[in-house]
């Protein structure tokens, strides 16, 4: 027996081609979304007034302690278990006939999954701020929202960065669920290549492989990042010491 | 509210099943995680470098499009296998297949975790160990493991309840979990909203018990510890 036959990969790169943009999109618009969300949530996060924490608390909560396939398929196939969205996708409701669409349910199951554990890394940051650069806004005068805007988030959001690469990374490859909703992503295709070839090997190590190099890219995106916008952070060349 | 409590033995049932792969994920992780260790504060280079390739291809490739490698693939290895020997048709399982997979990719995490772990105890005392006589052996189960199980602890943690989410992929091959379970459930009651938000409690409950028993293995683990509070 041949282990591996390339005609398989070969025939059916358009295919793992098209799954790879439909992975990108999803991966893509989730995070986007998440993050945009997750900022003004996670200064909700941190605040004092426990009405305004409680309840992102408790979404951040819900949406880290459960796996995210459960998450999709609670969406995915949950909606059509109420009569009101029944009737509004009868209607043809343009908002809630969304819910029908297996496109849809993912992007919103992912973006709420990665915009909780977002806010939760913002959040960290946002905590660690030192004490004395805040007492300096208040010091010069600032508002509340003025120290946020000027002081505590750009920082947070540069701290943030090497715990956001491993979150991008780790949605990435959760994104590999989305074919458990009939969408053919980059393991959907996979999927499809397997069961016309029969060739578990072929197909599953090729979209390993795709997987992996898009991880290295990412990765090395963080890296340039962190160069970028840690700088202030990286030790000295000088006095660098041995890593333990 | 009736079709739950008819359908929640086959559904903690299929938690117990759920539990199930993840302790055993767990056992082949930690195992997996020790050895990955040893083997990557090896003095021995091909040792650190099958490591590093182990860690990386785990890292960059998704848990599904692994399990679903060896699933298919150890299904088609197999089959050649008995071919060979003429052996009678055997069946890869799915509950197997599972633990082999979660159990290979923490393996990798753990790996990290221990690695740093072994780091952090300081070399003075396995000296002392050595001094008294003791074996390699009684030096690592004696001096080496408790303590470096008290750095590994908050690593190990954070690894167990992320493995524990990502035992819900396994009912994508077919395994009866709980999260397949409540597919069928809501599938025949039409009430797959109700059902799934039943696995997430449960997952939810998992976690809490286990934030419990962390809480308590921690604090076993850090007896005698000096502790500043600010």
């Keep these: 027996m041949e282990l591996l036959d390339f005609n398989v990969i070969t025939t059916s790169l358009p295919e793992f081609w098209r799954g790879l943009l439909m992975t990108l999109q999803l991966t ?18 941190v605040s004092k007034n426990h009405w305004v924490s409680g309840p992102v608390a408790a979404y951040t909560y819900f949406f880290r302690g459960t796996p995210m396939l459960v998450q999709l398929l609670l969406i995915y196939y949950g909606a059509g278990q109420w009569q009101w ?26 973006g709420l999954n990665t915009c909780a554990y977002t806010i939760e890394i913002i959040a960290g940051a946002m905590r660690n701020t030192a004490h004395g650069e805040i007492e300096a806004a208040k010091a010069m005068g600032m508002s509340r929202y003025k120290a946020l805007q000027r002081i505590v988030l750009p920082s947070a959001l540069r701290r943030m960065l090497p715990s ?33 070839h029969f060739a578990p090997f072929e197909a599953f190590i090729f979209a390993g492989l795709i997987y992996l190099v898009l991880t290295f890219m990412l990765v090395g995106l963080f890296k340039y990042a962190e160069r970028r916008w840690l700088a202030h952070l990286a030790p000295r060349k000088a006095s660098r010491r041995k890593e333990a | ?15 117990w099943v759920t539990l199930k792969v993840a302790l055993l994920s767990l056992a082949l992780a930690v195992a997996t995680g020790l050895l990955g260790a040893a083997f990557k504060l090896s003095d021995f280079l091909p040792l650190r470098l099958w490591t ?13 499009v692994m399990m679903l490698l060896v699933f ?56 002392a160990g050595r001094a008294y006589g003791m074996t390699g052996w009684q030096v690592f189960w004696r001096i080496m493991f408790p303590q470096m199980l008290r750095y590994a602890l908050p690593g190990i943690g954070n690894n167990w309840l992320v493995l524990l989410k990502s035992t819900a992929i396994v009912s994508l091959i077919g395994l009866s979990d709980m999260t397949s379970l409540a597919d069928q459930a809501g599938r025949s009651t039409h009430q797959p909203f109700t059902f799934y938000l039943a696995v997430c409690a449960l997952y939810l409950a998992m976690t809490a018990v286990s934030g419990y028993v962390l809480n308590r293995l921690t604090a076993r683990y850090n007896v005698g510890v000096r502790e500043a509070h600010v």
């Design chain 2, 1 to 15: 509210m009736d079709a739950l409590i008819e359908y929640s033995p086959s559904l903690l049932g299929g938690a």
């Design chain 2, 72 to 127: 298919y693939g150890g299904q088609l290895l197999l089959n050649e296998v008995v071919d060979y020997f003429e052996w009678e048709f055997i069946e890869i399982n799915p509950f197997v297949a599972g633990v082999l997979t979660i159990g290979f990719i923490f393996g990798a995490y753990f790996t990290e975790t221990f690695r740093g772990a072994f780091l952090a105890v300081s070399t003075g005392q396995l000296e």
């Design chain 1, 164 to 196: 956001y690469s491993n979150e991008v990374i780790l949605m990435l490859q959760g994104s590999a669920i989305a074919s458990a909703v009939t969408l053919v992503d980059l393991t959907g295709a996979a999927r499809n290549v397997y069961s016309r």
């Design chain 1, 28 to 45: 893509g618009i989730a995070l986007l979304c998440g993050f945009i969300a997750a900022v003004p949530l996670a200064v909700a996060r």
């Design chain 2, 52 to 64: 590093m390739f182990y860690t990386t291809i785990v890292r960059g490739v998704p848990d599904l």
């Design chain 1, 85 to 110: 969205m029944q009737n509004a996708w009868a209607e043809g409701h343009p908002l809630w006939s969304l819910f029908r669409e297996p496109f849809f349910c993912a992007l919103l199951a992912f």
